[in-house]
Nanobody, 124 residues
Framework: QVHLAQSGGGLVQAGGSLRLSCTTS????????MGWFRQAPGKGREFVAT????????SYADSVEGRFTISRDNAKNAWYLQMASLDPEDTAVYYC?????????????????WGQGIQVTVST
């Protein structure tokens, strides 16, 4: 059985930084790309970032490019989202997700397992 566990959310002032973490068990971690998505109140699920199985390829939403960094540690079955220069518009529930292949994608429908979600709130 696949299990995902998220950590690292919270409240931060605008301009601040947070690091989200996600760990997983029950699958061969290095076989899959990983991703991060978010959902703000009243909005749909939004792609944030994805990373390939090796970590060599990454992709970001335009809204976070240059501010957020996705990374992974295959030895720890973990991936991360380092968020900097946070803006109140980044306030959302953030979800980590396991892809269905080694190549990342921006489409949430192509992710097979999801974390429980964690709140990130950016205050003015």
């Amino acid at each position: 059985q696949v299990h995902l566990a998220q950590s690292g959310g919270g409240l931060v002032q605008a301009g601040g930084s947070l690091r989200l973490s996600c760990t997983t068990s029950g699958l061969t971690f290095s076989d899959y790309a990983m991703g991060w998505f978010r959902q703000a109140p009243g909005k749909g699920r939004e792609f944030v970032a994805t990373i390939s199985w090796s970590g060599e390829q990454t992709s970001y939403a335009d809204s976070v490019e240059g501010r957020f960094t996705i990374s992974r540690d295959n030895a720890k079955n973990a991936w991360y989202l380092q968020m900097a220069s946070l803006d109140p518009e980044d306030t959302a529930v953030y979800y980590c997700a396991v892809g269905s292949s080694r190549v990342g994608t921006t489409s949430w429908t192509l992710y097979q397992f999801w974390g429980q979600g964690i709140q990130v709130t950016v205050s003015t």
